[in-house]
């Protein structure tokens, strides 16, 4: 157990639709990093929170935002959800910006 | 940009035996860090090892060791003793040391390991 929880572990939900995925990450920790697994994009990484403010974005869709809250929580929003979304959503924790990154389970999500 | 390569999309190693997997990355950077995780079947990534890039020394952990030739910019894994439980897939990871790229883990495509009891 990394200490990293992510919700929900499953999500299964349509095209056109928005969803919301969670992690808190370990105590201590004031960075989170979000990562999308896919069979042919493999891991890639969206974008990075700091002490709740943004630090890095990668290849993060528009239709995709993130946030970190005041209690370091952070959620990733994806609407106008398409079938190609479907993935593995990881998030990851460090106590700062270069320290090692541990990672939760994953939200798989899957878009019908 | 850097990029991390790896060439082996599947290993195969006998139970109690050594297997060594293969990472090479391109950086013209000189802080960086470089990692091995481990995915096995319940999807979870997991930490093996870390490399700091300014030390000389490779890494070890328990089974877990390190080859790093920072000139061929080559980073090996080797698995010693093989257990049932190591078969996973094996990411080779960058991570920058220079504070505005963010700390991003840039990944190799992974490597599928089986054991063989």
């Known amino acids: 157990d990394s200490g990293v929880t992510q919700t929900p572990k499953h999500l299964i939900t349509a095209t056109g639709q928005r969803v919301t995925l969670r992690c808190s990450p370990r105590?201590?920790?004031?960075?989170v990093y979000w990562y999308q697994q896919s069979l042919d994009q493999g891991l890639q990484f969206l974008i990075h929170?700091?002490?709740?403010?943004?630090?890095a974005k990668g290849n993060i869709l528009e239709r995709f935002s993130a946030q970190q809250f005041p209690d370091l929580h952070s959620e990733l929003n994806l609407s106008s959800l398409e079938l190609g979304d479907s993935a593995l959503y990881f998030c990851a924790s460090s106590v700062g910006g270069r320290e090692t990154q541990y990672f939760g389970p994953g939200t798989r999500l899957l878009v019908l | 940009a850097q990029t991390v390569t790896q060439s082996q999309p599947e290993m195969s190693v006998q139970e109690a035996e050594t297997v060594t997997l293969s990472c090479t990355y391109d950086?013209?950077?000189?802080?960086?860090?470089l990692f091995w995780y481990k995915q096995p079947p319940s999807r979870q990534m997991i930490l093996v090892i870390r490399q700091e890039a300014y030390k000389q020394q490779n890494a070890t952990e328990n089974r877990f060791s390190v080859n790093f030739q920072k000139a061929a910019k080559s980073f090996s894994l080797k698995i010693s003793d093989s257990q049932l439980g190591d078969a996973a897939m094996y990411f080779c990871a960058y991570r920058s040391g220079v504070y505005n790229q963010g700390g991003k883990l840039i990944f190799g495509q992974g490597t599928e390991l089986s054991v063989k009891p």
């Open positions: 950086t013209s950077e000189s802080d960086y860090y």
């Open positions: 105590s201590g920790d004031l960075s």
């Open positions: 929170y700091y002490n709740g403010e943004e630090r």
